[in-house]
């Protein structure tokens, strides 16, 4: 029991914090030993399951991250950008296994990780489910069998409190369009279309983004042409499909060289 991997989770009270949480918590393939939120949160030094509204687990919430990275094989962590860049460091230091979902991460950022997955395994996507991992493959090939003729429309859906647009996911989904199609993504992109903008450039790969309730997340790939539409769609309903890629992603994680890894490495497709 003592021999498996030992998780800690940032972020405990976020909607993934705790998602996560219940997963490693439920798992027989890992240990939860350490959860983590901001110096001054009213869950700090209290039971992590009493927190969660339920049965006592056994630890307690800390506000310091390097303690309990040092202490961990793994480090799960879907909070906000200037988190996980902080985080970056200290697993690297530690060198826990970071696996990254936190999404709205800027070019500075990813430099960032880049740097600290010198000295440590970093898995970072922004959509750790199965399904739309296979998605973003079927986007891929689907972009590179149609031609221009075809425009592609990348729409997502997600609830009221998402922060960042067009989503992690969208943007895994535009690369692959982008891929496919033998283009750089950043000459094609058209996001946030807004009054007279003119009609469509042919080529170019469109980004919508709809907020609204509490959906979990929705994305479709559109390829749109005279006379006929290909749709591509991924629903989520739970998020407890990102939990467990995350926990799946940590453990394949250990014993890797450093690095940079994605989902893509971990499900092996
Ligand atoms: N890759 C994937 O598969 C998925 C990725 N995500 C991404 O995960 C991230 C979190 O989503 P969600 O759980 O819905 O968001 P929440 O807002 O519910 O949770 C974010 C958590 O991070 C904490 N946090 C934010 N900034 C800091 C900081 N500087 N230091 C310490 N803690 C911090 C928040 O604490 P506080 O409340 O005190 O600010 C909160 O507990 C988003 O970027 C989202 O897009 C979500 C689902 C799937
Ligand atoms: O913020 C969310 O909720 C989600 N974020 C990820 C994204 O930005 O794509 C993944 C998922 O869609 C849920």
Redesign the pocket.
């Known amino acids: 029991m003592t021999n498996l991997p030992g998780i800690v989770i940032?972020?405990?009270?976020?909607?993934?914090?705790q998602m996560l949480i219940k997963t490693v918590q439920e798992s027989d393939k890992a240990r939860l030993v350490g959860v983590?939120?901001?110096p001054g949160?009213d869950w700090i030094g209290k039971d992590i399951g009493e927190c969660m509204g339920g049965a006592p687990m056994g630890v307690a919430v800390s506000d310091d991250a390097l303690e309990l990275f040092a202490h961990a094989q793994a480090v799960i962590d879907?909070?906000?950008p200037?988190?996980t860049v902080?985080f970056a460091g200290l697993a690297a230091q530690a060198r826990a296994v970071h696996v990254i979902?936190?999404?709205?991460l800027s070019e500075d950022d990813l430099k960032k990780i880049n740097a600290a997955a010198r000295h440590a395994t970093v898995v970072r996507?922004?959509?750790?489910?199965l399904g739309v991992n296979l998605l973003v493959q079927l986007t891929k090939k689907v972009a590179a069998a149609l031609d221009e003729d075809f425009d592609i429309e990348v729409i997502e859906a997600h609830h009221n409190?998402?922060v960042?647009a067009p989503?992690?996911t969208a943007l895994m989904l535009g690369e692959a369009a982008a891929e496919g199609r033998g283009v750089s993504l950043d000459n094609v992109s058209d996001r946030g279309r807004d009054g007279i903008t003119g009609a469509r450039e042919r080529g170019h790969i469109g980004f919508s983004a709809i907020r609204g309730g509490d959906i979990v997340?929705e994305h479709d790939v559109l390829f749109a042409a005279p006379g006929e539409r290909v749709v591509l769609r991924h629903i989520a309903t739970d998020?407890a499909i990102?939990a467990r890629?995350?926990l799946k992603a940590a453990l394949w994680g250990q014993g890797k060289a450093p690095g940079e890894y994605d989902m893509m490495d971990v499900l092996g497709l």
């Open positions: 940032t972020g405990a009270s976020g909607r993934m914090g983590l939120e901001r949160h879907f909070t906000a200037a988190a902080e979902g936190t999404t709205g996507a922004g959509n750790m489910s409190k998402k960042d989503s992690g997340g998020r990102f890629g995350a």
